[in-house]
């Protein structure tokens, strides 16, 4: 199947990017290039674009769509690596960085990658399409280790019940398929849950987010990202649950926040001067036109911070 991708709150992304046309500019999320192109479009020859990619379907995908930049290129590597990927390159500072956390129409979409829950397909779910599976994880890791995969990752109330029943199917047969697997969800909440929404949809967030180490490589990949900005640089990030985007707003919040001494202080003496500045105080979201267009960009929301002037050190 072919790479496709529609990317989400386009024109908010190139806007909050502020892109300046001789700037080094970082998409550390490439997919389908559709971000990356926009990106490309608007450098001079004096400009820079690296693109970053962990599956290699988007990387040979993006790769190609870029080509016809000569200011542009794409690594095979996670986010969270982007550091040592740019001192491998010679980079020391960058001018903006995009970071789109959604999982891309093609991994939805490809049944064969085990994201959806509307497929039967390998219960697989790697981005990387390395390391340990969604299967490895749902026959494996013991009741207690599952139910808090899915309170955790997928907010799921019935994360018990639903553990308690993988398990129960499990020990009759393995679990290796996605419906197999959606089968056992389904029938593990009330009626009225299964009535009012597909109830697999947090549970399969929740092992996707497990399999692929998504809020540990979050964390690491938006501390690398804001150290490598440049002063007046910006860093703009898309979430599309409620869990990423708490980890971004809460970073953002950090890093703007000047001194840290105790309220009952009568004057600071910490000299912590804020870090960044916020550049849209609430989340973007998408327009009445591309929600019609693009039903992918309704939980999408987009946040952008401005590295300081003089930060910190």
Same mark, same amino acid.
């Given at each position: 199947?072919?790479?496709?991708?529609?990317? !989400?709150?386009?024109?908010?992304?190139?806007?909050?990017?502020?892109?300046?046309?001789?700037?080094?500019?970082?998409?550390?999320?490439?997919?389908?290039?559709?971000? @990356? @192109?926009?990106?490309?479009?608007?450098?001079?020859?004096?400009?820079?674009?690296?693109?970053?990619?962990?599956?290699?379907?988007?990387?040979?995908?993006?790769?190609?769509?870029?080509?016809? +930049?000569?200011?542009? =290129? #794409?690594?095979?590597?996670?986010? &969270?690596?982007?550091?040592? !990927?740019?001192?491998?390159?010679? *980079?020391?500072?960058?001018?903006?960085?995009?970071?789109?956390?959604?999982? &891309?129409?093609?991994?939805?979409?490809?049944?064969?990658?085990?994201?959806?829950?509307?497929?039967?397909? $390998?219960?697989?779910?790697?981005?990387?399409?390395?390391? =340990?599976?969604?299967?490895?994880? *749902?026959?494996?890791?013991?009741?207690?280790?599952? &139910?808090?995969?899915?309170?955790?990752?997928?907010?799921?109330? +019935?994360?018990?019940?639903?553990?308690?029943?993988?398990?129960?199917?499990?020990?009759?047969?393995?679990? =290796?398929?996605?419906?197999?697997?959606?089968?056992?969800?389904?029938?593990? #909440?009330?009626?009225?849950?299964?009535?009012?929404?597909?109830?697999?949809?947090?549970?399969?967030?929740?092992?996707?987010?497990? !399999?692929?180490?998504? +809020?540990?490589?979050?964390?690491?990949?938006?501390?690398?990202? +804001?150290?490598?900005?440049?002063?007046?640089?910006?860093?703009? *990030?898309?979430?599309?649950? @409620?869990?990423?985007?708490?980890? #971004?707003?809460?970073?953002?919040?950090?890093?703007?926040?000047?001194?840290?001494? $105790?309220?009952?202080?009568?004057?600071?003496?910490?000299?912590?001067? $804020?870090?960044?500045?916020? !550049?849209?105080?609430? $989340?973007?979201?998408?327009?009445?036109?591309?929600?019609? &267009?693009?039903?992918?960009?309704?939980?999408?929301?987009?946040? #952008?911070?401005?590295?300081?002037?003089?930060?910190?050190?």
């Amino acid at each position: 199947m072919e790479f496709k991708h529609i990317p !989400v709150l386009l024109d908010e992304c190139m806007e909050g990017l502020n892109i300046r046309p001789d700037g080094i500019y970082l998409d550390l999320t490439a997919g389908g290039a559709g971000h @990356s @192109s926009a990106i490309a479009e608007r450098l001079s020859d004096k400009g820079r674009l690296i693109a970053f990619d962990r599956d290699p379907d988007a990387v040979k995908a993006a790769t190609e769509r870029l080509a016809v +930049f000569k200011n542009a =290129m #794409v690594v095979h590597s996670n986010y &969270s690596d982007l550091r040592s !990927v740019l001192d491998d390159l010679g *980079v020391d500072k960058v001018d903006g960085i995009l970071m789109d956390l959604g999982v &891309s129409s093609h991994q939805l979409d490809e049944g064969s990658r085990g994201f959806s829950y509307h497929t039967d397909a $390998p219960l697989d779910m790697r981005m990387s399409q390395t390391g =340990m599976s969604a299967a490895d994880i *749902v026959n494996t890791f013991s009741e207690q280790q599952l &139910s808090n995969i899915l309170f955790e990752y997928g907010e799921e109330k +019935f994360a018990r019940r639903i553990a308690a029943n993988i398990v129960e199917h499990r020990d009759a047969e393995p679990i =290796m398929t996605t419906l197999q697997l959606a089968d056992i969800i389904r029938e593990s #909440v009330p009626q009225k849950a299964r009535r009012d929404k597909n109830p697999c949809k947090k549970s399969f967030q929740a092992i996707r987010i497990a !399999v692929n180490g998504e +809020f540990d490589h979050l964390y690491k990949g938006l501390d690398e990202a +804001f150290e490598s900005l440049k002063p007046q640089g910006r860093l703009a *990030v898309i979430t599309f649950h @409620s869990l990423e985007d708490r980890i #971004v707003k809460q970073r953002f919040a950090g890093w703007c926040r000047g001194c840290i001494c $105790p309220p009952d202080f009568p004057q600071c003496v910490c000299g912590r001067k $804020p870090q960044g500045i916020l !550049v849209n105080r609430k $989340p973007i979201e998408a327009n009445e036109k591309e929600l019609e &267009s693009n039903n992918r960009s309704r939980s999408a929301k987009l946040r #952008v911070i401005e590295r300081s002037a003089e930060p910190n050190g």
